[in-house]
């Protein structure tokens, strides 16, 4: 979960709720995530999410970070949106029961902010979270929204305010062998141990290696090779195309694409982004044709 930098409001009106949904939804996307359930509150947010590419940092960065430049751009704003870093508990996804507590946790949100008032008017009225996407038939509701984890997953803790407690004050949710896994883990990590594995740099290589296996698709589809890029210019359009797709479609940094498809200055590949999203042109509108064509050929 995160908070508005200085209690800030993150959502100033169902546009930006919107906005932030989707770009949640292209979070998943590039990241691999699996959102299982969110709320979106006036000045914070909650996500339940499952990372099985270990990169919540790396994606956590691109999703506050993306939302950022556009809310701040659509009102005129700058500066920082959200305080600080952003609050992350582990939950022990072993043992039954635990996903459930977290996603009732979530979803109630609005009736601890007094926005639903028990009795009167329904859970599912408060258009914000996923729980009305719960009530929807299969197949219904956001592609990245997976719902049948939460739904498979009966509580057999009788005492979920002990839980709720934890999840609010605590930094996991999980039985006492849970926290002697995690006290191991961490044991190792300050003992030196497995450090490379949990270091930034292998998980930012983690990254690197699924983009440049994506720009191998892209410049197949392109009719290039590898070697051709080097003598294209700065700002060839098969560059400018190539960029936007990185940029897309993993997380990986402006100077990383830059450098990768030399390009220059990294302010290039910000500006190819900007190009391809407003006025293509024909040509880059054919090349971006392409790269779509291969990434669903691809799968």
């Known amino acids: 979960m995160a908070r508005g930098n200085q209690g800030q409001a993150v959502f ?24 299982h359930a ?20 790396t994606g956590m960065k691109w999703l506050q970070g993306t939302y950022t430049q556009r ?17 992350a508990v582990v939950i022990d996804g072993g043992v039954p029961g635990y996903f459930e507590v977290v996603g009732t946790y979530i979803h109630l949100n609005p009736v601890r902010a007094g926005l639903i008032r028990p009795g009167r008017e329904p859970l599912r009225g408060y258009r914000w979270s996923s729980y009305p996407e719960y009530l929807r038939r299969a197949g219904l509701g956001p592609e990245w929204l997976c719902r049948e984890r939460v739904l498979a997953d009966p ?21 006492e062998g849970f926290l002697d896994q995690l006290k191991a883990r961490l044991g190792k990590l300050v003992a030196g141990k497995r450090r490379e594995s949990h270091a930034g740099g292998a998980r930012r290589a983690h990254g690197e290696a699924g983009a440049r296996q994506l720009l191998a698709v892209g410049l197949k ?5 590898a070697g051709d890029v080097a003598a294209l210019s700065k700002g060839a359009p098969e560059k400018t195309a190539l960029a936007w797709w990185l940029r897309e ?14 390009m ?36």
């Open 12 to 35: 100033r009106d169902d546009h930006d709720r919107r906005r932030f949904l989707d770009v949640l939804g292209e979070a998943s996307g590039k990241t691999g995530w699996r959102v």
């Open 71 to 87: 809310f701040n751009s659509r009102h005129e704003v700058f500066g920082h949106l959200f305080q600080g870093r952003y609050k």
């Open 264 to 299: 220059g200055h990294y302010t290039r590949v910000s500006q190819a982004v900007s190009r391809l999203q407003r006025k293509p042109g024909r040509k880059l509108e054919r090349l971006k044709r392409l790269l779509l064509e291969a990434e669903v050929e691809h799968g």
């Open 155 to 175: 509580a057999r803790h009788p005492e979920w305010e002990a839980r709720w407690k934890g999840l609010r004050r605590g930094w996991y949710v999980g039985d």
């Open 249 to 262: 479609r993993t997380t990986v940094s402006l100077r990383w694409a830059s450098e990768e498809l030399g």
């Open 38 to 57: 969110y709320v979106l509150m006036g000045n914070h947010y909650h996500l339940l999410l499952e990372t099985p590419e270990g990169n919540l940092v």
């Open 221 to 225: 589809a392109l009719g290039l090779r």
